[in-house]
């Protein structure tokens, strides 16, 4: 048998992540392959360093990519911040937050839930109940955009909540990064991590991710070595901090780190501010069209994600039969639900590049047609 090259066809991503990807950074991940300590290539890191301080909005000096999806990212704030037997308070309104409480188990921890209903956001006055019982916890973890179900916590407020009560916050921002506000240094949060696929639009794979002083303070207190040797940041720091002097730790996935320089470049040239505003017209405009076929909404307007637009599938339809029909006939990928929502919700993303009066015609267009 002859193998032959993969050509997958050119689908319009409208779920939960990955997202459509930029033609120029599709372009970017083509061009020729530096070495990974070549003074060109390191230039280039120190530029997307600062463009990941701008799109995190902080001076962070420890703002980097970890070499691996956004998943590497949350284990690499717990593995480096928590040590055995340390207590952490978890919010926890859908699948990211239960991931969270199971990696503060896994750190050797003792995570205390905060549970809220899926779909709802991370309710402020539970949080400040759970951190006056449990004076002695050292971190707050949340994720402020749940892409599970589309509800936006509040973590300026959550932020603030933390540091009243001597805590270091943990922040989830995944698919909040690129496509709502989010302001690490004004609202003091300590560790905070996001992945390269959602508002980005760049390739899967990366793992935005930042360090205040005060998480850095934690690492270096620690008195237990980091249990994970790769995502152990004391040693990735000497790579991503050493203008001009980087040493090797592991080879940097240099065409996908040209993708993310160019996805933030497009970012940076956009504005931030305008392209909260573009997330948000695309989802007024979705809205609009899913209301005239009867399509509500899982999550209150209130907390309402721009860019993840959790529905609820009417009554009678088959969940499946619609989402085959979609990919087949109009190319088109929405996204099923997920845990409590399977079977009952639609995910639909509006990320990045994807974030387009195009792509919200094209999906209501074809929702219409398949659903009469
Ligand atoms: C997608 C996502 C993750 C996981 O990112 P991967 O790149 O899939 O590992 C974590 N948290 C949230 C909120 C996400 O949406």
Redesign the pocket.
């Known amino acids: 048998m002859t193998l032959s090259s993969f050509y997958p066809p050119k689908r319009t991503l409208m779920g939960?992540?990955p997202s459509d990807i930029y033609p120029q950074v599709l372009q970017a991940l083509s061009r020729p392959t530096l070495g990974h300590l070549d003074p060109l290539f390191i230039g280039m890191m120190d530029e997307l360093k600062s463009l990941l301080q701008y799109v995190f909005q902080t001076e962070n000096p420890f703002t980097i990519a970890v070499s691996?999806?956004?998943?590497?990212?949350?284990e690499a704030c717990f593995v480096n911040l928590i040590q055995p037997g340390e207590k952490v308070i978890v919010c926890r309104n859908g699948v990211?937050g239960e991931?969270m409480r199971e990696n503060v188990v896994r750190c050797g921890g003792e995570a205390v839930v905060v549970d809220d209903e899926w779909g709802r956001p991370v309710t402020i006055e539970k949080v400040e109940a759970a951190l006056i019982a449990h004076p002695d916890a050292i971190a707050l973890a949340f994720?402020?955009?749940?892409?599970?179900t589309g509800a936006l916590s509040d973590a300026e407020a959550l932020g603030k909540l933390a540091k009243a009560h001597g805590c270091l916050s943990i922040v989830?921002t995944?698919?909040s990064l690129g496509g709502v506000p989010l302001y690490v240094d004004k609202w003091q949060l300590d560790a905070v991590y996001s992945?390269?696929?959602?508002c980005l639009s760049c390739v899967?794979?990366l793992?935005p991710l930042t360090f205040s002083a005060q998480a850095i303070a934690k690492i270096e207190a620690r008195n237990t070595p980091v249990r994970s040797w790769f995502l152990d940041q004391s040693l990735v720091l000497g790579y991503w901090s050493g203008e001009g002097k980087r040493s090797y730790h592991h080879t940097a996935p240099v065409n996908s780190l040209y993708a993310l320089h160019e996805s933030l470049v497009l970012l940076k040239n956009e504005g931030l501010e305008n392209a909260w505003q573009r997330h948000r017209e695309a989802h007024l405009m979705l809205k609009e069209g899913l209301e005239t076929l009867g399509i509500s909404f899982v999550v209150d307007e209130s907390a309402r994600l721009p860019q993840l637009n959790a529905v609820n599938i009417p009554n009678g339809i088959d969940d499946g039969e619609v989402r085959t029909r979609l990919l087949e006939e109009f190319n088109l990928e929405i996204g099923a639900g997920l845990g409590d929502l399977a079977g009952k919700a639609w995910r639909i993303g509006l990320m990045g590049y994807g974030a387009r009066r195009e792509n919200v015609a094209l999906c209501l267009k074809a929702l219409e047609e398949v659903l009469r």
């Open positions: 939960p992540g691996a999806p956004g998943s590497a990212g949350m990211f991931r994720v402020h955009a749940e892409t599970s989830d995944v698919t992945g390269s696929q959602k899967p794979g793992s």
